[in-house]
C-alpha cells in the first residue's frame, strides 16, 4: 500500500496563490498528479507530470497553475496562481507506480473567496 500526504490547501481570496505538495511512501513512481473536485461535480484532472518531465494540463488552468516534482521523484507540487472562485474544490493527489498500480490522497480543500 502506497500512502500519499497531501498539504498547501486553504482559504484564499480571487488572485491569490497557493502551493500543494504531496509525498508519496515509494519511490516506485511513475508519474504523479492533481485532480479536483467541486460539490456536486465529477472529479476531473487539474494537472499531471510524468518521470521524464512531460506535463499536461486543464484548459482551464494552463498558465495560473504550475506542476513539478520533488528531487527524490516521489513529490509532487502544484502552484497555483491567480486564483479564481471557479477553482475552489477538493485537491488529490494521484501516483501511479511502475507496477501499475494507482493510489490516491485523502483531499486537500481549496477555497477561493473573498
Known amino acids: 500500500q502506497v500512502h500519499l500526504v497531501e498539504s498547501g490547501g486553504g482559504l484564499v481570496q480571487p488572485g491569490g496563490s497557493l502551493r500543494l505538495s504531496c509525498a508519496a511512501s515509494?519511490?516506485?513512481?511513475?508519474?504523479m498528479g492533481w485532480y479536483r473536485q467541486a460539490p456536486g461535480n465529477q472529479r476531473e484532472l487539474v494537472a499531471a507530470?510524468?518521470?521524464?518531465?512531460?506535463?499536461n494540463y486543464a484548459d482551464s488552468v494552463k498558465g495560473r497553475f504550475t506542476i513539478s516534482r520533488g528531487n527524490a521523484g516521489s513529490t509532487v507540487h502544484l502552484q497555483m496562481n491567480s486564483l479564481k472562485p471557479e477553482d475552489t474544490a477538493v485537491y488529490y493527489c494521484?501516483?501511479?507506480?511502475?507496477?501499475?498500480?494507482?493510489?490516491w490522497g485523502q483531499g486537500t480543500q481549496v477555497t477561493v473567496s473573498s
Open positions: 494521484n501516483a501511479g507506480t511502475d507496477y501499475g498500480a494507482t493510489f
Open positions: 507530470i510524468t518521470n521524464d518531465g512531460t506535463t
Open positions: 515509494t519511490s516506485r513512481i511513475s508519474g
